[in-house]
C-alpha cells in the first residue's frame, strides 16, 4: 500500500458525460501528478499540481481539468467524454516538486466509456 | 523529447532463473533519474529500484539490480532467482533532474514466470 488513495476504483459511463476523479496523496506530500494509461497511447503524463497550483502540464486534453484543494487531495474532471477516454487513470504523490523525490502511485481509477 | 524505449514486448522465465530487461532511453541532459516500476494484474504501480545518473554505481534491491550505461544511454533491469509473484508489467521510466518534469514511461515488458 503506497499511502496513495483513489476514488472510485472503477466507473462506467456514457459518451457526452462528466466524470471527476478523486486522489489524496500519501500523508505530508505535497505534489500530485495524474497520469493516463491506455491501450494505444501507454502511460502519459497529464498534470501536476504542488501545494494547490498548477506546476506543470502534459496531453491533457482541453476538456479535461484539475485542481488541487487547500487538504491536498485533488480532482481530475472529464467532460464531454469520448470513447477514446477510456483508460486506467492514476494519480501519485510525493513529498515536493523536486525531481530527487519518489513518485508513489495509487491504485488507479478505471474509467469505462460506453 | 525525451524517450523511453522497451523493445521486449513479453518476455517469460523459469523460477528461480535470472531474467533480464531491456530499456533504453534518449535524452540531451546530463544529470538525471532512472527508475523501474512493477505494474501486477492488481493494476498498483510499484517502485521496483532507482538509479541517479550521476552515480556510476548500479543501484540493487535484493533480487533486483540494474546495469546502467551512460554513454550508450541503457538501463537494464536484472532479476535474479525469480518468484512467481514477480510476473507482472515492468515500466521503465526517465526523469529529468531540473524543473517540474514528470516521469517518461516505456511501453512496458510484460514478464511470465513459469514455475
Known amino acids: 500500500d503506497s499511502g496513495v488513495t483513489q476514488t472510485p476504483k472503477h466507473l462506467i459511463t456514457a459518451t457526452g458525460q462528466r466524470v471527476t476523479l478523486r486522489c489524496s496523496p500519501r500523508?505530508?506530500?505535497?505534489?500530485v501528478y495524474w497520469y493516463q494509461q491506455s491501450l494505444d497511447q501507454g502511460l502519459q503524463f497529464l498534470i501536476h499540481y504542488y501545494n494547490g497550483e498548477e506546476r506543470a502540464k502534459g496531453n491533457i486534453l482541453e476538456r479535461f481539468s484539475a485542481q488541487q484543494f487547500p487538504d491536498l487531495h485533488s480532482e481530475l474532471n472529464l467532460s464531454s467524454l469520448e470513447l477514446g477516454d477510456s483508460a486506467l487513470y492514476f494519480c501519485a504523490s510525493s513529498e515536493t516538486s523536486a525531481s530527487t523525490d519518489t513518485q508513489y502511485f495509487g491504485p488507479g481509477t478505471r474509467l469505462t466509456v460506453l | 523529447a525525451q524517450t523511453v524505449t522497451q523493445s521486449q514486448p513479453e518476455m517469460s522465465v523459469q523460477e528461480a532463473e535470472t531474467v533480464t530487461l531491456s530499456c533504453t532511453y534518449d535524452t540531451s541532459e546530463s544529470d538525471y533519474y532512472l527508475f523501474w516500476y512493477k505494474q501486477p494484474p492488481s493494476r498498483q504501480m510499484i517502485l521496483v529500484i532507482r538509479?541517479?545518473?550521476?552515480?556510476?554505481q548500479n543501484a540493487t534491491e535484493n533480487r533486483f539490480s540494474v546495469n546502467f550505461q551512460k554513454a550508450a544511454k541503457s538501463f537494464s533491469l536484472k532479476i535474479s532467482d525469480s518468484q512467481l509473484g514477480d510476473a507482472a508489467m515492468y515500466f521503465c521510466?526517465?526523469?529529468?533532474?531540473?524543473?517540474?518534469?514528470?516521469?517518461?514511461f516505456g511501453k512496458g515488458t510484460r514478464l511470465s514466470v513459469i514455475a
Open positions: 500523508s505530508g506530500d505535497l505534489s
Open positions: 538509479q541517479e545518473a550521476y552515480k556510476q
Open positions: 521510466a526517465y526523469r529529468r533532474h531540473s524543473g517540474n518534469t514528470p516521469l517518461v
